[in-house]
């Protein structure tokens, strides 16, 4: 039997950063928790930046995970929107490399495909299937499932990555 390797998934955003944690023991996965980072609106964007910051620093040490899978940024019609939620993703990624947490990044269509099985589905169906994939998570809000569904992708990816970086 295989010692379990905790993974701590992550989707970033300003407002709403989803957070989630499996453990993986051979091909099987577990649910141990997941939730949301809400960072106040009302505040400066250094402010938020650094709750996001502290948040995930704080999960990173209370959770201990392995190592971690992080949402890229999608590059959509609004570059503006873009940079921001790349300014809450580096504050998540930078929170985990402090704590010593490997990280891996994946394309939102990579995660819709391992998870779901298209690279285009919803998010409602991303939702669903982690549910099936970890009933023991219950009730959750999408982003939390998507920040489950990153790190059901980092599960099944790792072996992968291990091979490569032993290269």
Do not use: Y
Not at 82 to 100: E, F, H, S
Request: proline share 5%; with cysteine.
């Amino acid at each position: 039997m295989s010692n379990p390797i905790r993974i701590l998934g992550i989707d970033p955003g300003l407002r709403h950063t989803g957070w989630g944690v499996i453990e993986q023991v051979g091909a099987r996965l577990v649910h141990v928790a997941h939730g949301v980072i809400e960072a106040p609106t009302d505040i400066s964007m250094a402010e938020r930046l650094g709750h996001i910051f502290e948040a995930v620093g704080e999960l990173a040490r209370h959770h201990g995970p392995d190592a971690a899978g992080v949402e890229e940024t999608l590059v959509n019609a609004n570059p503006r929107s873009a940079l921001k939620l790349g300014q809450a993703r580096g504050a998540a990624m930078a929170a985990l490399a402090m704590a010593g947490v490997p990280v891996a990044e994946f394309a939102p269509r990579q995660i819709k495909l391992t998870v779901v099985g298209t690279g285009t589905a919803d998010k409602d169906q991303v939702k669903f299937m982690v549910q099936r994939l970890l009933p023991r998570a219950g009730a959750m809000k999408l982003d939390a499932a998507d920040a489950l569904a990153c790190a059901i992708c980092a599960a099944h990816h790792r072996p992968l990555q291990m091979k490569k970086g032993a290269a």
